[in-house]
Structure formats: structure tokens, C-alpha cells
């Protein structure tokens, strides 16, 4: 799992310079200028272009001042609950039984000897989730209106004083409440398949004569070996996890529950910055194909990686007696070296004002898992270059609540990588359960997405063409980067028209395009820059769905911080808004009976 | 003939209630569009009505005729092509006209999972009705279309008789002022055809204004003041029921007791004076007379129900 850059900054911070105040209002600007241009079109065809002028603004006019004022919570909430009885009396429940069927069965293809079998059972329950609610959120919200016109019976609807916003917020809200519940009851049983399928015990095994350590029972495709002090003990990691041992009475050993597999860490991110060869201010080193943001360091140089941490207090850490450090870096390797033991690299901590540090503290990089460090608190290090026993809290962490901490590659030849959120302190961790919470909220939020677009889509297309819009919306959000990158021409090879060239007449992506005709050249990337910029701003005004799966951060035990809820949760809004508006102006502007 | 100009045949004020001008048309017409915008069909030609308060005006003609094109054209369901229709002064289009209209369309669009409880309580809401108010008119309404029988079956099992029943009590949910009857009485059997006639002749007595359409003649003769007769999208007649249906040059006398020689009399008395007997026999009942007077105590809502 990679934390992304964008995913690291503060709500605020994103909300400011991501969305709120530079895109959102850019792209609310836009679309509604876009919106009046496409209604004034298409109501000047009908009704001529003085005509068409009135019609739009007296459609904005209502929704304003008539409309959403007189939007009543009685008659939403009355036709949301209609959309929800009519789901239930469609059998949506059926899902519910298809889910527990896919539970049920689930243990045939799991594999019970998979290194981390937490992360499996909860990426499978979270995604099996994820794909039911999705469908179903998808044919809720595209046939319901489409089959209200078709049997007529939205007519005796709006023949009440019902208007369309309140026709439009019911089924979003009713399908969402079928939805919810769908989902709270999907999400319970997925909590319960996933404790009861990491939970195991073991036998104690043999034991050593003087009773002090052993090995369990091989069970669930492993075995552990203990150590005791006093009547108590820990087993060593296997698959992720610990067992606590415990001698009775009548010098039996129990071996209780495995711990340690179920994680919701709170990581404490800082800022990275890099150190060149001379050890000057720099960046790191790009060794080749890589995210533009992980860079590398090179070993036995003075390059190294600093992270800058804020707010380090003792408070934060359980109260102190150890900091611990959690790392997942990457190694390139010049030469095979040692390849038994692994590249090396050294954890040094400092003070802001580059005086106080503490002694190195070696590593192997562990590539491709979460290397856990607990530095303890007391430990030896240098003041001026004079060796001194100092206290991270007291010495090292400057009076700002500031740490730095240096990571150096220590083995000529090879090379460290990593980017921000590669190494990070661990600040105790939040509960399980609310984390998962967290998840079914990031799948509830797609499901939202789907239903508004659904209903938006249904509410001027029949129900299948709107099913396959919502459809493509989704897959787009889903897996839309690359069409993103040809959009923002991130991907080499130029536009659309420029790569249909490209492609048979063999000219590669990293040339510039050659015809022979530099006019017919510059024509054919003006136009591919103004179908890239057309399709920029489609997929920016289609949610990525992607960012709302936080489900890896739960499969991978890492807490889903409240900033990235706060976020989803903004863009849910806001595309909430924005959807509902579009769907009240076909809704308003169609003719009820003449479908 | 256009509407405009249509000519009121009536010699006396079109109604003795109040002159108060409930539902308006002016110049009203729809013209039907295929996806392209090329013209299909004219269903509706600036048609200018005007139903008053407290009166039973029907729209006649038959189908295709532009009777249910006014009607949703009136409610603001179809946007006309040219003209304006107003409801209680209000555009069509305003949706706050609708807390005074009760609507009873062609076929009752109800929602089939629904019983008739729940039915009547979800267009109460609509109406923001708080919950008390909402039980008292959903009991009273299923009693006086006499459906308590059959209140918590899903409207699906409903027959068509009981579907219109049940149609017509969400129309009169809100106690509307204004009631709109789209072929109020198809599907009924003759029972709940008279009775549904005779409610709306005691709505109109209660003060209300009942906008009807049918092609039922039989019906629009029974029940309504003043017609408009709409054929091929135009306005072809308009005026009171009975001085359209007005013969005025045949004379018709009713008598009991009267002998075979007093007849001849009559007509010999008819033949002196220059005129003609074109008919003089014994009149025949209807049908509808008929078979009520046959099957008058098994109403429908006294029948045993399934469950």
C-alpha cells in the first residue's frame, strides 16, 4: 500500500489549495456557465432565442426563490420512504442473501496459510462489499424515474404540490437508506467473518526443561515459539502476529488469542527533505522510473533523507518511554553485494539546531513490509561533538516539539529509497472496529456517488441509457488515470489525433511528431489540445471513485485519518449539490406526460 | 371551426353559483414534436375555456380528440406550444395550484406495492399533512369508497373497480376545491358508476368545481352543467347541458293514467292545430335503470374479501 503525496496534507490544506477555493469554485463556475449555455441552446431550438432567455432564467428564478424554499421535509421525506419500500418490495434483499452465501463459502478459496491472513479477509470483505452495493446502488437509481414516467405513476405525483427537488432528494435519500442499511448489516457480518476467520489457538509443544521457553502447536499452517519471564510470555511473530502465554497454576502453558493482526495505526507523518553528496541542501536522486516523488539516497555519501516531525511530545507516544519509528524503505542495489543480509542504512535523530544528536542506530531494510523500530527514550548520542547519555524528549526534540530524523544508506554502492510517508512515528493506535467504520463510510460514500449520478442520469434518460452513463462514469472514476494523463498530456505521444498518427506510422512516443508539413502538425495539436482540454474538464467533474476505497488502509492496519474522511466527505457534498441541481433542472424543464 | 369562434349557445348565465372563474385557457394549444422537433401531430388548437366556480364542466369528444391533452396541459404536465392555461389564477406551471386540485387520472397511476392505507397516507404527506390528520381522512375516505374491507391488501390484487375507487379517494385526500376527473367512471361496473356520479354531483353541491373528461355520453349528460365538445384538437360546441341537448321544435308530454281514446284525442288535437306526431308510445326505461333496480343491495364493498 502507498500513501500518496496529496493524501498526506491537512484537510485545510487541501481544502484550500486542492479544492475548496481554487477548483471547486473554478469548476461550480464553469459548469454553471456551461449549464445556462447548453439550456439557453437547447430552449432557443424550441422556443427562439428571446423566448429561450426567459424560460432559462425563470427555471433558475424557481429554484430559488419558489422551489428550495418550499422544498418541504414531510413530502421528501414521504417519497423517500415510497423508494424505499418499493426496493424492499423488489427484493433488493436478495443481496443480503447472495453476500452471505459469498461468506459462507468464502473459506474455499481462501488461502488459511497466507503470510497476513487479516489483510486477506478484509480486502475480500471489503471489496465483495464494495462491488454489491455499488450494483446495487447502480439499477436502484437509473430505473426508478425512468419506470415512475413508463407507469405513469409519477404523474399523480406531481399533480400534488410536490415540487422536483423534493422528487429528487427522495430517491436519493430513500435509495441511500436502502443502501445504508444493506450496508450496515453487510458490514457487521463482514466484522464478525473477519475476527472469526484470523481467530486460532494453539497447544503449547514441547518445552524446554527449565520451563522458561517452548513451542506451540502447529496449527492454521504455523507454529510459534515462546519465551516466558515469570509465569507470563510472548511468542515470537509468525503471519503477522503474537500469542500470549500464560503458566498456570498446575504448570500448564495457555496460549491465548493471536494480537497484532487486527492494527489501526496512527501514523505521524513529517516533511522530508534531502541532503546531497556534499551534504549541502538538495534533492534526492531518481534512479530511474519511479513515482516523482520517491526519490534515493546514496550510501557511504553524506546524502541523506531528513524528516522534520512537528508536535513530538511524550504524551503522544504512550507516554514516552520508547519512540517508536515505522519504515518501509526501498533498496536499489548497484552490485549483488551481501545479498543474504540486505542494504544497510542508519536512523540518527537531531535537534533542530543540528548540535544534539543521538549515536546511529543501524538497519537492514526490510523492502516491501513495515519495519518497526522502538527507540528507547534514554540513549547515548553527542552535544557539540562531546558524547553525551541524552532524552529524546528532553535533549533531542527542540523546544518547538520539533525531531529531525536523518537516514543515511550505510553500504557503499547501494541505494536507499523512499518518499514522505515511507518512514513515520506510530502514536498508539485507534480501535479496529472504527476503523473498519471508517472503510464501509468510504464505500457508503461511492454508493451515495452512484445513486446521485443514477438518479441525475435517470431523470432525463431512459433507465438503461442511464445505467450505462452511470456505468461509464463509474469506470472512468475507477480506472480513468490513464484517459486522465492523455488529458492533462502527462502520457508522451501527444493527444488523441497525434497518437492515431503515431501508431501507424511507427513513430515513437518520445519524438517530436513528423509529417513533413509543420501547418497540417501545429493544426493537429491545436485540435488534440482542445479535445485533451474537453476531456480534462469531463473527468474532472467525474468523482474518482478510487480515492473513496480506503479499504487498503484497513487491510493494511493503517487508522484512516479523520482529514481524509473530512475530504471525502466534502467532495461527497459537494457532488451531491451538484448533481441534484442538474437533475431538478431536466426534471423541472421535462414534460411529465410525454414520455 | 376554431375555438375562438366557438359560440356560447346559452341564453342564460352559465352558472347561478358564483361567477368566479376557476380554471382558465387562452389560445391554448399543443402541438405534439418527434426527437428531431418536427412536428407530429396538433393534438390541441387555441382552445379558450373558462370553468367557474361550483359548476360540473365536461370535455367531450372522442379519442384523440385533445381531452386529455387539456387536462394535463390544465395541471401542468405537457407545456403548451402556444397560449396559457391558469388555475385558480395561477400559471399551470406553479405547483402550489396543486393544494387545491384533487386529480383522477385515466387510469389510476397508483403504486401497486402499496395497500390502500398506506396509498391515501402517502399522498396525505404530500400534501404536509401532520400524522392525525392524515389517519382521520385516509379512514374516512377508504369508508366512503367502501374499500374498508379491503384496506390492507396491496393494490395489486385490486380489481379495476376498486383501483378507480381507490384513485378517487386520493383525489379527494386534500379536500380539494378543484376536481379533475379523467374518464371518471371506466372500468366501473353500473353500481359504481352511478355511485361515483352521484358523489360528484354532492361534491358540486359541497361548493366544488369538477373539471370531468369522458367519451362516455351517458355520463357527461348525467352529471354535467356545461360542456365543451372537442373534436380533432378543436373546440366544436360549448355551452349548458341541457340547452345543447335542447330540441326545440319537438314538444314531448308525460302522462299516467290516460286511455288508448284519450291518445287519439291528443293527436287528433296535435294534427287540427298544423302539427305533426312524429311519436307517441309507451317510454322505455335504461338499462342502467334497469339493472340497478335488479341488483340494488349487493354493493360491491358488502362483498366478503378473500383474506
Redesign the interface.
Same mark, same amino acid.
Given at each position: 500500500m502507498r500513501i500518496e503525496k496529496d493524501q498526506m496534507l491537512s484537510y485545510f490544506e487541501w481544502l484550500i489549495f486542492n479544492f475548496g477555493l481554487l477548483q471547486g469554485a473554478i469548476v461550480a463556475v464553469a459548469l454553471s456557465l456551461l449549464g445556462f449555455v447548453v439550456c439557453y441552446l437547447v430552449s432557443m431550438? #424550441?422556443y427562439g432565442p428571446s423566448e429561450a432567455f426567459f424560460h432559462v432564467t425563470r427555471v433558475i428564478y424557481e429554484l430559488l426563490a #419558489?422551489?428550495l424554499p418550499?422544498t418541504?421535509i #414531510?413530502?421528501v421525506?414521504?417519497?423517500a #420512504?415510497?423508494a424505499f419500500? !418499493?426496493a424492499i +418490495? +423488489?427484493r433488493v434483499l436478495v443481496i443480503m442473501a447472495v453476500f452471505i452465501a459469498v461468506l459462507l463459502f468464502a473459506g474455499w478459496f481462501l488461502d488459511p496459510a497466507a503470510d497476513n491472513i487479516a489483510q486477506l479477509y478484509i480486502s475480500f470483505v471489503m471489496t465483495g462489499t464494495s462491488y454489491l452495493i455499488l450494483l446495487l446502488g447502480l439499477f436502484l437509481s437509473c430505473f426508478s424515474i425512468p419506470a415512475d414516467m413508463k407507469? $405513469?405513476?409519477?404523474?399523480?405525483?406531481?399533480? $400534488?404540490?410536490? +415540487?422536483s427537488t423534493e422528487i429528487v432528494l427522495g430517491r436519493i435519500f430513500g435509495f441511500t437508506a436502502v443502501g445504508t442499511v444493506l450496508l450496515v448489516s453487510m458490514g457487521v457480518l463482514s466484522y464478525v467473518f473477519v475476527i472469526r476467520g484470523i481467530e486460532h489457538r494453539h497447544e503449547s509443544g514441547d518445552i524446554a526443561s527449565d520451563g522458561m521457553s517452548g513451542e506451540t502447536s502447529y496449527d492454521a499452517s504455523h507454529a510459534h515459539s515462546f519465551e516466558m519471564s515469570g509465569d507470563e510470555g510472548t511468542t515470537d511473530e509468525q503471519k503477522g502476529h503474537r500469542h500470549l502465554v500464560t503458566r498456570t497454576g498446575d504448570g500448564q502453558y495457555v496460549i491465548g488469542s493471536p494480537e497484532g493482526l487486527l492494527n489501526a495505526r496512527i501514523p505521524v507523518y513529517g516533511r522530508l527533505a534531502f541532503t546531497d553528496r556534499g551534504g549541502n541542501p538538495g534533492i534526492g536522486l531518481n534512479v530511474g522510473y519511479e513515482d516523482e516523488y520517491q526519490k534515493y539516497i546514496e550510501g557511504t555519501s553524506l546524502m541523506s533523507a531528513i524528516w522534520t516531525f512537528s508536535n513530538v511530545q511524550p504524551s503522544r507516544f504512550g507516554g514516552g518511554d520508547t519512540l517508536p519509528i515505522e519504515m518501509s524503505l526501498q533498496a536499489f542495489r548497484t552490485l549483488k553485494g551481501d545479498i543474504v543480509t540486505g542494504v544497510q542504512g542508519a536512523i540518527i535523530l537531531k535537534h533542530t539546531n543540528g548540535r544534539v544528536e543521538s549515536e546511529r542506530i543501524p538497519f537492514i531494510v526490510k523492502e516491501f513490509s513495515v519495519d518497526q523500530k522502538e527507540i528507547p527514550r534514554k540513549l547515548s548520542g553527542s552535544r557539540d561533538g562531546e558524547p553525551v547519555e541524552l532524552d529524546i524528549f528532553d535533549d533531542i526534540v527542540d523546544e518547538d516539539g520539533k525531531l529531525e530524523i536523518h537516514v543515511r544508506c550505510t553500504d557503499p554502492g547501494q541505494y536507499l529509497g523512499m518518499s514522505a510517508a515511507d518512514l513515520y512515528l506510530r502514536a498508539g493506535d485507534s480501535t479496529f472496529g472504527w476503523n473498519m467504520f471508517k472503510g464501509f463510510l468510504g464505500i457508503w460514500m461511492q454508493m451515495f456517488l452512484i445513486i446521485c449520478l443514477g438518479v441525475m442520469f435517470s431523470t432525463f434518460l431512459s433507465g438503461p441509457v442511464a445505467m450505462v452513463a452511470t456505468m461509464t462514469c463509474l469506470v472512468l472514476g475507477f480506472f480513468g488515470s490513464l484517459a486522465f494523463d492523455v488529458a492533462t498530456g502527462d502520457t508522451p505521444g501527444g493527444g488523441p489525433i497525434e497518437s492515431l498518427i503515431r501508431i501507424p506510422t511507427q513513430q515513437g512516443a518520445m519524438v517530436d511528431l513528423d509529417l513533413g508539413n509543420p501547418v497540417l502538425e501545429k493544426t493537429i495539436k491545436i485540435v488534440d489540445n482542445g479535445i485533451m482540454y474537453t476531456l480534462f474538464s469531463v473527468f474532472k467533474a467525474i468523482p474518482s471513485f478510487g480515492q473513496f476505497n480506503t479499504s487498503d488502509y484497513v487491510a493494511y492496519g493503517f487508522d484512516i485519518f479523520s482529514g481524509l474522511v473530512a475530504r471525502h466527505l466534502t467532495m461527497t457534498i459537494a457532488y451531491f449539490i451538484l448533481t441534484s441541481v442538474i437533475a431538478y433542472f431536466f426534471l423541472k424543464t421535462r !414534460?411529465?406526460?410525454?414520455a | 371551426m376554431s375555438a375562438s369562434a366557438a359560440v356560447e349557445t346559452e341564453s342564460q348565465p352559465s352558472i347561478d353559483v358564483d361567477s368566479d372563474v376557476v380554471i382558465e385557457t387562452r389560445n391554448l394549444g399543443k402541438i405534439y414534436r418527434d426527437f428531431w422537433g418536427r412536428k407530429k401531430v396538433a393534438a390541441l388548437k387555441s382552445l379558450d375555456i373558462e370553468v367557474k366556480k361550483g359548476e360540473i364542466f365536461g370535455l367531450l369528444g372522442p379519442n384523440g380528440s385533445g381531452k386529455s391533452t387539456t387536462i394535463k396541459l390544465i395541471q401542468g404536465l405537457l407545456f403548451p406550444t402556444s397560449g396559457r392555461a391558469f388555475v385558480f389564477g395561477k400559471d399551470a406551471r406553479d405547483v402550489t395550484k396543486n393544494e387545491r386540485i384533487g386529480y383522477l387520472p385515466e387510469e389510476s397511476y397508483l403504486y401497486k406495492f402499496l395497500n390502500a392505507e398506506e396509498t391515501l397516507d402517502f399522498y396525505a404527506r404530500l400534501f404536509d399533512m401532520p400524522a392525525g390528520e392524515r389517519k382521520e381522512r385516509s379512514d374516512r375516505l377508504i369508508r366512503m369508497v367502501g374499500l374498508h374491507q379491503a384496506r390492507r391488501r396491496q393494490l395489486r390484487e385490486y380489481s379495476k373497480g376498486m383501483t378507480r375507487r381507490i384513485g378517487l379517494a386520493q383525489a379527494l385526500v386534500n379536500e380539494p376545491d378543484l376536481l379533475i376527473l379523467d374518464e371518471p367512471t371506466t372500468g366501473m361496473d353500473p353500481i359504481g358508476s352511478r355511485e361515483m356520479k352521484d358523489l360528484i354531483i354532492k361534491l358540486r353541491d359541497e361548493g366544488k368545481t369538477i373539471l370531468l373528461c369522458s367519451h362516455q355520453l351517458a355520463d357527461v349528460q348525467d352529471v354535467c352543467d356545461r360542456v365543451a365538445i372537442l373534436h380533432q384538437g378543436e373546440l366544436r360546441e360549448l355551452g349548458r347541458v341541457d340547452s345543447l341537448l335542447k330540441v326545440r321544435d319537438v314538444t314531448e308530454v308525460h302522462a299516467t293514467g290516460i286511455s288508448d281514446e284519450t291518445k287519439e284525442k291528443i293527436a287528433e288535437l296535435i294534427r287540427n292545430d298544423g302539427g305533426q306526431v312524429v311519436s307517441m308510445d309507451n317510454p322505455t326505461t335504461t338499462m342502467e335503470e334497469l339493472f340497478l333496480d335488479i341488483v340494488q343491495d349487493n354493493r360491491p364493498g358488502s362483498r366478503p374479501t378473500a383474506n
Open positions: 431550438a #424550441r #419558489r422551489d418550499g418541504s #414531510r413530502r421525506y414521504a417519497l #420512504r415510497l419500500q !418499493e +418490495r +423488489r407507469s $405513469k405513476t409519477i404523474q399523480t405525483i406531481t399533480t $400534488k404540490p410536490v +415540487r !414534460e411529465i406526460a410525454a | -
